[in-house]
């Protein structure tokens, strides 16, 4: 005879024992209770691992909804981009080389950033394939820059911009200098690799003079770096701003010098000023100023263990030295000044008429 209550209890006991059970069966065909498949066993401990789920390469935050631009809203975007080297980068979905090379693309952007460079790529797939098609192969490829799409009605003014006997075939690139001009164009017969090389020659300050024009009212500054143990020299490319805008200019310098150097290290740096092309005169009171600037703006980065530009020059004086003679043989500084690094640059662009006003403005000052 069952006494009263004892049916409810086996009941119970009957759930607790088996319930678990039918869950964990049910999650074996399932997914787990953390929402992988249940083959990935890589996260039980005792059982075979099995490859732990990939990774996010979500690079860059896509938009939900297509960013279409025409020939002008393009150009308007790339104006964004101001002072940097820009690869317009025209790709499809049905472009298979498009695809391929677009991995490389993304480290080339990873590896120039803090230069100056920026890759846009700009997608010729209809915009509503935006969220199905474009955005999943840009994530697939690490894409970290920009993409927006074009339509077909804007070809005709982009040809008429970029390049006129464009026929739109793909892959197409086009690399805009830092002043905004055309100045490479590389198409499907042109390798990768060849085009990655002359992008990085001309974001670090190589190039010809004509793809390195400045446009009025421009001042740039190029920066070598000298290893004073080893007397080895590396140059740390160019940066561009405008005459008015000398603390940009020495913003930008930092973030070349920083990239190169580790300020964990507490290296001793001595700054030297900066003289001018392509007498690479004596700096003047431009070429002092902006060293300053950029002296104060790597101490604010960290660099705290500096030589201040006036003095960095008298060094360079005592030792017999000129920045002529460094320029061309880093070794002659070797051992003869009282610094880790010896840094050196030269600016161009409308620097007679700059130093003149700032020497007009020093005479001034001293006036009685």
């Known amino acids: 005879m069952m006494l009263p209550g004892t049916c409810c209890k086996s009941v119970r006991v009957f759930l607790f024992i088996c319930l678990p059970c039918a869950v964990g069966l049910l999650l074996s065909v399932g997914c787990t209770q953390d929402g992988y498949p249940a083959e990935n066993t890589w996260h039980y401990q005792g059982k075979a691992p099995s490859n732990p789920p990939a990774g996010s390469s979500f690079a860059y935050r896509y938009p939900d909804m297509a960013p279409v631009l025409d020939a002008a809203g393009l150009q308007d975007f790339v104006s964004k981009y101001r002072h940097h080297v820009v690869l317009l980068d025209f790709w499809a979905s049905w472009s298979r080389q498009n695809r391929e090379e677009m991995e490389m693309l993304a480290r080339l952007q990873n590896d120039l950033r803090d230069q100056g460079f920026q890759v846009i790529a700009c997608n010729l797939d209809p915009s509503q394939e935006w969220a199905r098609t474009t955005v999943p192969i840009l994530h697939s490829a690490g894409g970290n820059f920009p993409c927006v799409v074009i339509p077909r009605e804007a070809r005709t003014d982009l040809r008429a911009w970029l390049e006129p006997e ?50 009025a009212g421009e001042t740039a500054l190029r920066l070598k770096l000298i290893n004073v143990a080893s007397g080895e020299g590396q140059t740390l490319g160019e940066v561009v701003a405008r005459n008015d805008e000398p603390a940009r200019l020495a913003e930008q310098a930092a973030g070349l010098v920083e990239r190169r150097l580790d300020r964990t290290r507490n290296p001793r740096l001595a700054i030297v000023p900066f003289s001018s092309l392509p007498s690479r005169a004596k700096a003047g009171p431009l070429g002092l100023d902006v060293a300053s600037r950029l002296s104060r703006n790597l101490r604010d980065r960290g660099f705290f263990d500096q030589i201040e530009p006036a003095r960095a020059q008298s060094m360079l004086d005592g030792a017999g030295q000129t920045i002529l003679t460094v320029e061309y043989d880093p070794t002659a500084v070797q051992g003869r000044i009282s610094a880790d690094y010896l840094l050196i640059g030269w600016l161009r662009g409308d620097i007679g008429t700059a130093d003149s006003t700032a020497s007009l403005a020093a005479d001034t000052r001293e006036a009685p």
């Open 166 to 215: 464009w026929s739109y075939d793909l892959p197409a690139r086009f690399v805009l200098n830092r002043s905004g001009r055309v100045v490479m164009r590389a198409f499907s017969d042109t390798p990768i690799s060849s085009l990655e090389q002359q992008v990085r020659e001309l974001v670090r300050g190589g190039g010809s003079r004509e793809d390195n024009r400045l446009t």
